[in-house]
């Protein structure tokens, strides 16, 4: 059995409201897409074995038929076809539809005007067919995300867990405390040696520290201030692995608040982001000259805004800013702390008045996302591995406030510009015109930039070939064994 | 006994009706949003739309407090918005574990800060009475959070001798350090209360008789003094324990312990209203009734102590 911590507890087990990360790698376990992600993010076969696109609109699926639900029973192409009806139905509201939108007819189903979804067609068991409402060439990598995953919509979900197709099954699930997965005997590619996963639910970093020291757990993710401890140990070092998150962290600026692009670029121009990196992560986090992480295509090396505080200065002279006062709301986090009051003392140093405004998490979004805030500290992390998942919803001026453009950016160029990228059916073109994208809005600095992290973990002796995955959804325990 | 007992609990009703609506009118006012929890950190001004007109919160604040005492009559406290489960059958789950972390901690308060308690008080003015006050004191102060720390790493890290963190199935082990950590400060005040409760009977005119009598003093102050001293320690132990069942939230977090603390602690930081209206229902409920019990054993305790109305009936 191998033995992980979450940190919070999930709350659903249900592809259809997984929202959260612990939610996510659950499900991504128990229940396939039509396609998966690798350890590494790479996209992956699923229920699919194969499948094409002429045009980026019309996708054809062909259903791998090894493909068993846990019961034994085939999964067939109106699986499929279901898990997504079941998803957009209006009575299940689900908070997931946008995943889905983007077929055709989605929009209608979802509000009660068509009793089918047009763009969907299991044309036989084997055969699915999604058309698009326009080309859009993130769609792949979308229905990675649990929301796309299959269900069984035939039979009731035991415990509000529906059936899956995945390499694991749950087989107890003790809410607040444990979950418990094996392997599903009915997982045609299942190569793991291991009995299966014991996810235990540990809220406190310094609980879970004591569980790996004391063998409890196997995998510890490894609290950013311990690092050096695990690093300059020669007898661990060579057990911690480490991997850069598809992750940016980044002050979002209110930039209807603030217009003058020279007051943004002087707070970022203030900053030293090189020094916050190497006291908070090590020297591991790499300084973020653009909102697209390195490891994703459109991931390009740019200048950044260079430590200048007599540039940032003169900066807010020009603009007339120097006596600038603005609030900057967080949520309540040690990390979160420790960046926040490390940038307040580089603002003050060029004149700037910050204060820190530290809110619970629901508090906090209700006003980011409602634009009500001068700036904010918030980091976006990957749902799937592609530049469109950072462009579009953190600056396409469709997506103010929730849809995650919560510094209300607004270019039309650069909306432009996000829509014929993900239109785009070439990988190295579509690769270009993202980072042309990032470097536009980078230049027009709507956050101050800050970081990508990287995560650190360290894994216990008796476990080999345990993977880090670069996202939530990547986790293949197949080539994991545990020693007893 | 019996009326009394029939009134109080009447008393129960317009007091949860009370703690109901001033519940819902905080929720109500609080900053945060149940549906923004529900929807992760992507989402659209339509999905926000929808998930509100199905929980109800798109209707006008009167007729939602109507639904809600509504459903509160029928013993109905609806579903969590996050996870979907009944809320009464997860208040129903956590609630043994938390009774179980509870009892335990109360048990050993109790043993250990009456017996140290009584010790002090025999021993009063000594090294060994300057010590246990000094002790209480400290283990009054001590920090929850970090007290339990420390003994995580004593007794897991260092010694290996106790399990860290978790449920462990119910295997007693896994009791042990959360209940120590839990009973520390009510050990302590326990302690503090005993001592000065016994030295205030010692003083007592019946106490000097059992001692002309020529009962030996661990007798007087057991049998006589401490009998007679057990009011106030009767009242910490009743608060305590009402406190212990409505979840001990910090105790939880740090030993990992499925229990009703975290499941309200959750709910609040997600606005889960059904939950976080459950959860507060049901400790009121908790508190009334530890505190109708406590009422109940001063008279059986002290037969000079007369329930309200009793004497006039």
């Not at chain 1, 019309?58 to 791998?64: K, L």
């Not at chain 2, 979907?84 to 335990?104: C, D, H, M, S, Y």
Request: charged share 20%; aromatic share 10%; with cysteine.
């Amino acid at each position: 059995m191998l033995e992980l911590a979450l940190e919070t507890a999930p709350n659903r087990l249900d592809p259809a409201f997984a929202v959260d990360v612990s939610e996510g790698e659950i499900c991504a376990l128990v229940f396939e897409g039509l396609v998966g992600l690798s350890p590494e993010g790479v996209l992956s076969p699923g229920v699919a074995r194969a499948w094409e696109t002429p045009d980026g609109r019309r996708f054809v699926f062909h259903i791998d038929a090894r493909a068993r639900f846990s019961d034994g029973r085939s999964v067939r192409a109106d699986d499929v076809r279901a898990s997504f009806e079941r998803v957009l139905a209006p009575a299940t509201a689900s908070p997931r539809t946008w995943v889905l939108e983007r077929i055709r007819g989605a929009r209608d189903f979802r509000d009660g005007k068509a009793s089918a979804i047009a763009g969907l067609e299991a044309s036989d068991d084997s055969t699915l067919v999604v058309e698009l409402a326009e080309p859009f060439a993130p769609f792949l990598s979308m229905l990675a995300l649990p929301a796309a995953r299959v269900v069984d919509t035939r039979s009731t979900p035991v415990d509000g867990i529906p059936l899956g197709s995945g390499p694991w099954v749950v087989s107890e699930w003790v809410r607040g405390d444990h979950i418990t997965l094996v392997p599903n005997p009915h997982h045609a590619r299942r190569a793991t040696a291991i009995d299966g996963v014991r996810y235990r639910i540990i809220p406190e970093p310094f609980t879970r520290i004591a569980e790996f020291e004391t063998g409890a757990i196997d995998v510890l993710e490894i609290p950013d201030a311990e690092v050096p401890r695990f690093l300059d140990d020669s007898q661990r070092a060579s057990r911690v692995l480490k991997r850069p998150e598809l992750r940016v962290f980044y002050i979002g600026i209110n930039n209807p608040k603030f217009t003058d692009v020279r007051v943004r670029r002087a707070l970022n121009h203030a900053v030293n982001v090189a020094e916050l990196s190497r006291v908070l992560q090590a020297s591991a986090a790499i300084p973020a000259h653009g909102a697209i992480p390195p490891g994703i295509p459109g991931f390009k090396e740019r200048p950044g805004y260079e430590y200048d505080p007599v540039l940032a200065k003169r900066l807010l002279q020009e603009a007339g800013a120097e006596n600038l006062h603005l609030e900057v709301w967080l949520r309540e986090s040690a990390e979160g702390g420790r960046v926040m009051e490390a940038v307040q003392g580089y603002w003050r140093a060029v004149g700037v008045d910050a204060t820190l405004v530290r809110r619970e998490w629901s508090a906090f979004k209700q006003a980011v996302s409602a634009g009500k805030v001068d700036a904010f500290l918030l980091d976006w992390f990957a749902d799937y591995p592609d530049a469109e998942n950072f462009l579009f919803p953190l600056f396409h001026s469709s997506n103010h406030g929730g849809g995650g453009n919560r510094s209300f950016f607004s270019d039309p160029q650069v909306d432009r510009m996000i829509e014929d990228a993900s239109r785009e059916l070439d990988p190295a073109r579509r690769a270009a015109a993202s980072a042309s994208v990032d470097s536009l809005v980078f230049s027009q600095a709507p956050w101050v930039y800050l970081y990508f992290p990287t995560t650190f973990h360290i894994v216990a002796e008796r476990v080999d070939g345990y993977r880090l995955p670069s996202l939530y959804l990547g986790n293949d325990f197949s080539g994991v064994r545990v020693a007893h | 006994m019996l009326a009394y007992t029939f009134r109080r609990i009447l008393w129960f009703f317009p007091i949860l009706l009370g703690v109901a609506t001033v519940t819902f009118l905080l929720l109500h006012v609080l900053p945060g949003d149940p549906v923004l929890s529900m929807v992760g950190e992507r989402y659209d001004a339509e999905t926000l739309a929808r998930l509100r007109a199905e929980m109800n919160l798109d209707k006008p604040l009167v007729e939602r407090y109507g639904r809600y005492l509504v459903d509160l009559a029928t013993l109905d406290f609806g579903n969590s918005y996050i996870t979907g489960e009944p809320v009464t059958k997860t208040i129903l789950q956590r609630f043994p574990n938390t009774l179980r972390l509870a009892a335990a901690a109360m048990a050993i308060a109790v043993v250990v800060g009456v017996g140290i308690g009584v010790l002090a008080a025999w021993r009063r003015g000594s090294a060994f009475d300057y010590l246990l006050v000094g002790g209480a004191v400290v283990g009054v102060s001590m920090p929850v959070f970090w007290l339990g720390v420390v003994l995580i790493y004593i007794f897991s890290m260092r010694l290996g001798v106790l399990p860290a963190s978790g449920f462990g199935n119910g295997n007693p082990l896994y009791l042990i350090l959360p209940a120590l950590t839990l009973a520390m400060a009510s050990t302590a005040y326990i302690a503090r209360i005993t001592r000065s409760s016994v030295l205030d009977e010692v003083h007592e005119t019946y106490v000097k008789a059992a001692r002309a009598k020529g009962a030996p003093e661990s007798r007087v102050l057991v049998r006589h003094a401490l009998r007679n001293a057990l009011l106030p320690i009767i009242t910490v132990v009743g608060v305590d324990f009402g406190s212990y069942l409505s979840g001990a939230v910090l105790t939880e977090s740090i030993f990992a312990w499925p229990g009703l603390g975290r499941f309200t602690l959750d709910a609040i930081l997600k606005r889960d209203l059904p939950a976080i209206q459950g959860a507060v229902l049901f400790m009121a409920v908790l508190f009334m009734t530890v505190n109708l019990l406590v009422d109940l054993l001063y008279a059986r305790v002290d037969p000079r102590v007369k329930l309200a109305r009793e004497s006039n009936a």
